[in-house]
C-alpha cells in the first residue's frame, strides 16, 4: 500500500515566517470556482518596474529633470520611485501611486510630492 504524500503549500506569517499547511483537492486540481466576496482584490500585481504612466507619458526625474525615472512595486501596499542617472528616490503607499498614475499630469505630481517631503529643492 503506498502513502499519499500531502501537498504542503506555505503561509506568508505576520513577522516574516511561513508556516507550511496542507492544500485542499480543489486547490490541487485547480478546480476551484471564485465565490462572490471571497478574498481581498490587490490593486495590481505588478511584477516588473514601470517607465510610462497608465497614458504613456514618459515618468521624469524631479531632481535631474530626465526620463530615467521607474517605479519599483516591492509589494502591493507600497510604491518606489527611483531615478537610474541621479540616485533620487522617493517612497509612497500604492493608493498614492494609483492616484499619481491614472492622473493627466503625473510628472509634475511626483514633483509636487517631492517638494512636500523635501527631496527635491524648490
Known amino acids: 500500500m503506498v502513502d499519499k ?3 504542503q503549500a506555505r503561509i506568508a506569517r505576520g513577522d516574516g515566517s511561513v508556516a507550511p499547511h496542507d492544500v485542499s483537492d480543489d486547490a490541487k486540481t485547480g478546480d476551484h470556482e471564485p465565490v462572490s466576496g471571497e478574498g481581498k482584490v490587490e490593486p495590481h500585481d505588478r511584477e516588473s518596474e ?3 504612466s497608465i497614458n504613456n507619458e ?3 526625474c524631479p531632481q535631474c529633470g530626465k526620463p530615467t525615472v521607474h517605479a519599483e512595486f516591492p509589494d502591493h501596499y507600497e510604491a518606489w520611485i527611483k531615478c537610474s542617472e541621479c540616485g533620487f528616490f522617493m517612497g509612497m503607499s500604492n493608493e498614492e501611486w494609483h492616484r499619481m ?3 493627466q499630469n503625473i510628472n509634475e ?3 509636487k510630492m517631492a517638494i512636500k517631503r523635501d527631496l527635491v529643492k524648490v
Open 5 to 7: 504524500l500531502k501537498v
Open 50 to 52: 514601470v517607465i510610462t
Open 58 to 60: 514618459q515618468l521624469i
Open 101 to 103: 498614475e491614472n492622473s
Open 109 to 111: 505630481k511626483i514633483k
